[in-house]
């Protein structure tokens, strides 16, 4: 931040040598100083995914055991998958780079604007997603600046812990409800159901409404471990689940054409060979599916993993992932890489699947096409955790918790069948039988008094599966890695954690490099975040 305002000196430097008619942007149309909120909003909504999908891939993926690297030597493993931090490094920053950059003076000016020339529809969304971006950011780091981070010619920061950014999220948010109830005096309809309008809800208030309960039912459901949520949080959650999404058409996620690189999903092919993407790389080998997915879709939510698998009662597993060691799939087999150890002796493929034979263009599959919408929230998602509050409070054999945890598994496959088939050749759509089969299965509770909390957890996992990182991450914190509620969940041993660890797992990354420890660094210091196991160090929110 500071690299920015002594930018900005320099220009009021050459200012007062003479070019004052050049950079008097306020009056001269050609440099113009304010941006209307219509041109703000498309790249605004753009780098929320762009954002989010690099620190996901690259960085939180391998700890949440989303994804792994072929390659048992390299900094995917040895770093991330490890638990450790590769120091000197944005990786695992690029979420606080989305905030105070990316988004940052854009969305400043954008509600600015917005709340001076009465367009409340771009007021309310712009506080929507500045509520987002600050509790995925507090979630992934802790402690952020929510009071000062936009101050003119300031050149360092304080921040304030989590309590203070989660009482920031539910006053934005209120914010943004506050502003979509009102009525514009022109009408941004049209405008906002464009191509280069609203690429998440086309301007439908209502929805957007929605989407900022379902991040106040987010947030009161991290608060598991907390006295007050048996008596107050779990309630939160439940009231914000039933004001939020009504089903997966209502999931928001931000549509792309795939004309261009520059205009498809960062999980798809085009932008997956690119420096900042984690999902395909050759000299590293990421983006390949871990023994954690393989095993919740292979029988191991409630039994045992299936062991070199070929099919499964659960249809996901063929959606979701690929089989074979080569592009002609010859053999079948469902292959995943065990966290920290690689894959030396077995091709596992990635999750774009494989390259054909002759073509330097990946097919995709599942989210991770071009064409397909990058999701940020799902029905899915809060029916489980409505479940998972509500099993909580009321205790096993709860029958809105094992009612809410079957609308998620449901849910689930009509996400698939809506937003996971844009492959250039999709997979079938989830059959009723199929659904009916694995409902009826082993591994899924017949009745609320066989639930339990890992059941609703590690579906959960699986409906987030490759998308939903911050929120996986926040589970599998909070309730400590637990080996009895993520039963796949690779158990790391004192030799594969990373060395400076001192044998902890990750409870936080790091702010970004370049920004905090280079010019902050006072500031982090006060936090402890120079010591060498700073990311070992347990969020206010997992603790009781």
């Not at 979630?139 to 309590?163: C, I, K, M, R």
């Not at 902890?504 to 920004?515: C, G, I």
């Amino acid at each position: 931040m500071k690299k920015i305002y002594m930018m900005l000196a320099a220009i009021a430097l050459i200012a007062s040598a003479g070019c004052n008619k050049y950079l008097d942007v306020n009056s001269n149309p050609a440099v113009p100083q304010v941006v209307k909120a219509e041109l703000l909003l498309p790249p605004i909504e753009y780098q929320m995914c762009n954002g989010t999908e690099q620190d996901y891939t690259r960085s939180i993926s391998k700890i949440t055991q989303n994804l792994a690297s072929v390659d048992a030597n390299t900094l995917a493993t040895e770093y991330w998958e490890q638990h450790g931090y590769p120091g000197a490094s944005d990786v695992g920053g690029v979420v606080w780079r989305m905030i105070y950059f990316d988004l940052g003076v854009n969305l400043e000016n954008m509600i600015k604007d917005a709340v001076a020339n009465q367009k409340y529809e771009y007021a309310g969304i712009g506080y929507a997603i500045k509520a987002w971006a600050y509790q995925i950011g507090t979630d992934e780091y802790g402690p952020l600046n929510v009071t000062d981070a936009f101050t003119p010619g300031q050149l360092t920061y304080s921040y304030q812990d989590q309590p203070v950014v989660y009482d920031k999220v539910r006053e934005w948010g209120n914010l943004a409800v506050k502003y979509l109830n009102m009525t514009s005096p022109v009408n941004y309809a049209t405008t906002l159901a464009s191509v280069t309008g609203d690429g998440i809800y086309k301007g439908d208030k209502a929805k957007w409404k929605k989407f900022v309960y379902g991040v106040f039912a987010l947030q009161y459901g991290h608060l598991i471990n907390k006295a007050q949520f048996k008596t107050q949080y779990a309630d939160s959650v439940s009231k914000y689940v039933g004001l939020s999404l009504a089903n997966e058409t209502e999931d928001a996620g931000i549509y792309f054409n795939a004309a261009t690189v520059v205009d498809a999903n960062p999980l798809g092919p085009l932008n997956a060979g690119s420096a900042n993407s984690g999902l395909l790389n050759s000299a590293t080998g990421y983006g390949r599916p871990t023994v954690t997915i393989l095993g919740l879709l292979t029988g191991g939510v409630r039994g045992t993993p299936a062991v070199s698998p070929t099919t499964s009662v659960d249809p996901r597993l063929s959606r979701f992932l690929v089989s074979g060691t080569t592009a002609a799939q010859t053999n079948g087999i469902y292959n995943a890489v065990t966290p920290t150890h690689g894959s030396n002796t077995t091709t596992v493929p990635s999750v774009l699947g494989y390259l054909p034979t002759g073509a330097t263009y990946y097919n995709g599959k599942y989210i991770f096409t071009d064409k397909a919408r990058y999701p940020i929230m799902t029905y899915s998602q809060l029916q489980f955790v409505l479940s998972e509050a509500l099993y909580i409070k009321n205790g096993p054999g709860d029958g809105g918790a094992y009612a809410a945890y079957i609308n998620g598994i449901k849910a689930t496959f009509d996400f698939y069948n809506q937003y996971g088939r844009t492959a250039v050749t999709p997979d079938p759509a989830i059959a009723t039988t199929e659904i009916n089969a694995y409902m009826a299965s082993s591994e899924v509770a017949q009745t609320p008094a066989s639930l339990t909390i890992a059941d609703i957890m590690q579906q959960k996992y699986i409906a987030q599966w490759g998308w939903a990182g911050t929120e996986t991450w926040c589970d599998l914190r909070k309730y400590r890695y637990s080996a009895s509620v993520f039963r796949t969940y690779y158990q790391l041993s004192s030799t594969e954690i990373f060395s400076s660890n001192g044998g902890k797992y990750a409870y936080r990354n790091r702010p970004r490099y370049n920004s905090e420890y280079v010019w902050n660094a006072a500031e982090l210091a006060k936090w402890g975040g120079l010591a060498p196991n700073y990311n070992t160090v347990e969020m206010w929110f997992s603790q009781p």
